[in-house]
């Protein structure tokens, strides 16, 4: 019988540790084995985002990856990981427990805009919450319960990648106590969920953003190749077509106070010059074939 798991290394900025992962999975697979990493430039925030006593609440933990790195990073810190999906939950507890961490409390549940139950459909990397009633249920928690029952008044960071269903997490939640958040936005999965229009996936995540600026008014993009870049209120539709251009799928971090970072012009400078160097190297390759 093949074997469910596969073991990797992740060994990258200082920090090492194996991992389980499901054999059949290839995302996160594909950058640990070809990079040493997974999600680069977002696990480096969090040296100067999580304090050393802080506490990180990691919704969508699936198997544990960032929730390991920040454990490793901030071994005084307190991390409470959350991941619906009860299969990858059980790798998550197989992960902490192959490697022996002690400052993360893993939740089996979904954080969501109501306290009660939720559906849950597929597996792997991208299990999700769901509206089709033929999924599997799961016990939810608005944030504010998941808050008030682990006696959380101060937040340095929380990550929330829930597949698209972002606004079922921060629907009706009090976000002042939080010092940062990263959101993941996805414009396939959000589209999915929305039956692919776009007007409404656009006008979900500028919801969102404006929502949590009004506690986090800093507001950058995390490219996956440059760092950190600012955006303002004004340069969504900006943001949207970095997105779009950067496998559809993009990070962004919230902040109450500033973080070192290149403008929205620098960057986009940057990937017009990459455009035409990769394009005059094409012409050049062309030619010489067809001389």
């Known amino acids: 019988m093949k074997d469910r798991f596969k073991k990797l290394k992740f060994q990258n900025m200082g920090v090492q540790f194996d991992f389980l992962i499901f054999s059949d999975e290839t995302i996160i697979s594909k950058n640990i084995e070809n990079n040493n990493s997974w999600e680069e430039n977002q696990l480096k925030l969090y040296d100067s985002l999580i304090r050393e006593d802080g506490v990180f609440i990691d919704i969508g933990a699936n198997v544990g990856i960032n929730s390991i790195f920040a454990s490793i990073k901030k071994p005084n810190a307190k991390i409470f990981s959350i991941e619906a999906s009860y299969d990858n939950y059980k790798l998550l507890e197989k992960n902490l427990n192959l490697n022996k961490i002690s400052n993360i409390e893993p939740f089996n549940i979904a954080i969501s805009s109501t306290d009660g139950e939720v559906y849950f459909s597929g597996s792997g990397t991208n299990a999700k919450l769901s509206d089709d009633k033929n999924g599997d249920k799961v016990l939810s928690q608005c944030l504010n319960t998941f808050m008030s029952k682990n006696f959380l008044r101060k937040i340095c960071l929380i990550k929330i990648d829930v597949e698209g269903y972002t606004d079922m997490v921060i629907d009706n939640q009090d976000f002042s106590v939080f010092d940062n958040a990263i959101i993941e936005f996805s414009i396939g999965d959000t589209a999915n969920r929305l039956n692919g229009d776009d ?31 600012e955006i303002n209120l004004n340069s969504f539709d900006d943001y949207f077509f970095i997105v779009q251009m950067e ?18 012009i620098g960057f986009l400078t940057k990937k017009i010059l990459n455009l035409m160097s990769e394009n005059h190297l094409r012409i050049l390759e062309n030619q010489r074939l067809a001389e």
């Open 199 to 229: 007007v409404d996936v656009r006008y979900e995540f500028i919801r969102t953003a404006k929502f949590m600026s009004h506690h986090m008014p800093y507001i950058y993009y995390i490219s996956r190749f440059d760092g950190l870049v």
């Open 247 to 264: 496998h559809s799928v993009g990070d962004i971090l919230f902040c109450k106070t500033s973080q070192p970072s290149i403008s929205m």
